[in-house]
């Protein structure tokens, strides 16, 4: 296969914002393919070789793909430059100066899609002394042989800004419609959100159909999508939503764990897919040598403790075990303790089509607990008093709130969803809105007075997971302290865009944008119905969307959370429904 085949493909993506189009563009393609190429196809068409948890990384700046194509399009260094400094985007520059460059050489090939992985995979194995040069040698090999929109998603690719619209949604739904059907989606969607492989999804039902996607199972070693919960402004609300009674759990502010336990060794990931193994050796290896399986995956929340009594200390703390370097003084410095509630794999079972009170008594018999591990602390509630009490017990222990999780057969785990059979609350959530919101920043404004000079304000969105598209809800000016500001500018400056990015809707219009990328967490006096801002628009009222009045940011920036694991749409939809002044649907 060419990959200037693939090339066509990507320019027609960029050249559409709808969603439908994408997916039959796709789809089209997709059935061209052989499985092997179609797995290489949907990992490059989200700038990628490997799974979402995959950790390699390309590690190749703005400036060294410059000097790439300087060489490949025979420009003097200083003009392909100052183009750059125009465009803001190497894949353009790349394209406008590949284009009138003529042929390099008699004996040039046709760039197959097997050279460009191939060249790629050497670019992202390259370490050690003259790496730098040796990525920029390897990726001009590539583009003296490419054509203009050949070498402009080469360049996007390497820099990290392959954004052509083909989220994981939009390729889930585009595999649906060309190997199975639109009524086998949610089955497809399921293998992705158990694996964190699109690309395995990808080959498997090109290979099988549909059947072979149902005999796709959870397996130590593949990350999975972590179920997420609902939020309710009251526990008799809670109560009354669980059917009168539940299992409640203390809600730990620590960092989410999830663990994969083998035979001789443990990996940890986060709910990024990020492996922080070598930030938790000690978690990893207690899990170790206190399970009883050969194998299992465990779910858990790890959570700084003062070393003199044993108290459980804030987030803030436990964010210092998040470092490259100095690792031995962190873990003597800030010990941790792990509060495992959840198990979704042991020793050849798939944990994940239980109910939650099977799969608990399971987690509880599988581990021999200890000072540095243990399950979290849990009561089944059958009144709204009961649930009171053990609120006020999670809160005299620092915990941030509660967890309420149903009892009922159908409380299975469901990765990668958001619903009600899990439900969460905090001490905020009693007054008004003053929950927090993390949100995505995709755009900022020039600061004025104090912060002329700085960003003085950002724009922040919500997640659509439906459209794959941010919708905004605020803007931000306020909670930010002189040290936030002056870091701003190199915080963002890898994810600054020409132009409003592909997958942003948005009707008020920044001074400068960002693809979205970093998360904010926020909080609100409330949430109300809005004319300029696109969050969940249509959702609660025709032809508008939801903002966010009053809004602050807490001080506490995401970096466990992807851009596409902020704040939901629909999420801010019921919460403004819960609202005790607004009518709305039963939450």
């Known amino acids: 296969m060419l990959y200037s085949e693939l090339a066509d493909v990507f320019e027609r993506l960029d050249a559409t914002g709808s969603r439908i189009e994408m997916t039959s563009i796709l789809s089209e393609f997709f059935r061209t393919l052989d499985p092997e190429s179609l797995r290489s196809t949907v ?37 392909v430059e100052k183009l750059w400094i125009k465009e803001g985007d190497p ?61 402009k998603y080469l360049c996007r690719i390497v820099t990290g800004r392959m954004r052509v619209g083909a989220g994981a949604m939009t390729l889930l739904d585009a595999l649906s419609e060309a190997f199975a059907s639109r009524e086998d989606r949610p089955e497809v969607e399921r293998a992705y959100n158990i694996t964190c492989d699109i690309g395995l999804v990808a080959e498997t039902v090109a290979s099988g159909g549909i059947d072979a996607i149902k005999n796709m199972h959870v397996s130590v070693g593949s990350p999975i999508k972590v179920m997420l919960a609902e939020r309710l402004p009251s526990i008799p609300l809670i109560m009354e939503k669980m059917g009168g009674k539940c299992a ?50 465990i779910e858990g929340e790890c959570v700084a403790v003062d070393p003199s009594t044993g108290a459980m200390l804030p987030f803030q703390t436990v964010t210092h075990r998040r470092k490259k370097h100095g690792m031995e003084k962190a873990v003597e410095d800030y010990p941790v303790r792990m509060f495992m509630f959840d198990i979704l794999f042991i020793d050849g079972a798939d944990m994940t089509t239980y109910p939650f009170a099977d799969r608990r008594d399971r987690l509880a ?57 899990w439900i969460k609350y905090k001490k905020d959530y009693e007054a ?62 890898g994810h600054l865009s020409k132009g409003r990015p592909a997958d942003v809707d948005a009707q008020m219009v920044p001074d400068i944008w960002f693809r979205p990328a970093v998360v904010l967490e926020v909080v609100a006096a409330e949430i109300s119905q809005s004319p300029i801002h696109t969050a969940a628009f249509g959702i609660v009222k025709e032809g508008a969307g939801l903002g966010l009045r009053f809004p602050r940011f807490t001080g506490r920036i995401r970096t466990d959370k992807g851009p596409d694991q902020c704040t939901a749409a629909a999420e801010l939809a019921e919460m403004y429904w819960a609202q005790e002044a607004t009518d709305g649907p039963d939450p």
């Open 43 to 79: 990992y490059l068409s989200q700038g990628k070789l490997h799974p979402d948890y995959f950790p390699q990384e390309f590690g190749m700046a703005d400036k060294l793909v410059l000097r790439a194509v300087s060489m490949a399009s025979a420009k003097p260094y200083g003009e």
């Open 432 to 493: 008004a809105l003053t929950d927090s919101f993390d949100l995505a920043v995709v755009g900022a404004f020039h600061g004025m007075g104090k912060r002329a000079g700085k960003y003085g304000a950002l724009l922040m969105a919500v997640f659509d997971p439906e459209t794959g598209k941010y919708g905004t809800v605020c803007k931000l000016g306020t909670g930010f302290d002189d040290a936030f500001l002056d870091g701003l500018p190199d915080m963002m400056s």
């Open 91 to 151: 894949g353009t520059v790349a394209a406008l100066l590949i284009k009138g460059r003529g042929q390099m050489t008699l004996f040039s090939e046709p760039l197959t899609l097997e050279r460009v992985v191939k060249g790629l995979t050497a670019i992202e194995s390259t370490d050690g002394r003259d790496s730098q040069d040796r990525k920029m040698k390897q990726l001009f090999l590539l583009l003296r042989e490419s054509g203009p929109a050949e070498s």
């Open 365 to 421: 018999r599988a581990f021999e607990t200890s000072e540095k591990i243990g399950l979290t602390e849990m009561e089944v509630i059958e009144s709204p008093e009961d649930g009171e009490a053990f609120f006020a017990r999670a809160l005299a222990a620092k915990s941030e709130g509660v967890m309420a999780k149903s009892l009922y057969q159908e409380s299975v785990y469901r990765a990668g969803s958001r619903g009600f059979l």
């Open 248 to 297: 409640m759990e203390f809600k730990y502010d620590g960092i989410r764990l999830q663990a994969h336990i083998s035979k001789d060794s443990v990996r940890l990931y986060s709910r990024r897919l990020e492996d922080l193994t070598s930030n938790f050796p000690d978690v990893a290896s207690e899990l170790r040598a206190r399970c009883k399986a050969e194998e299992a995956i």
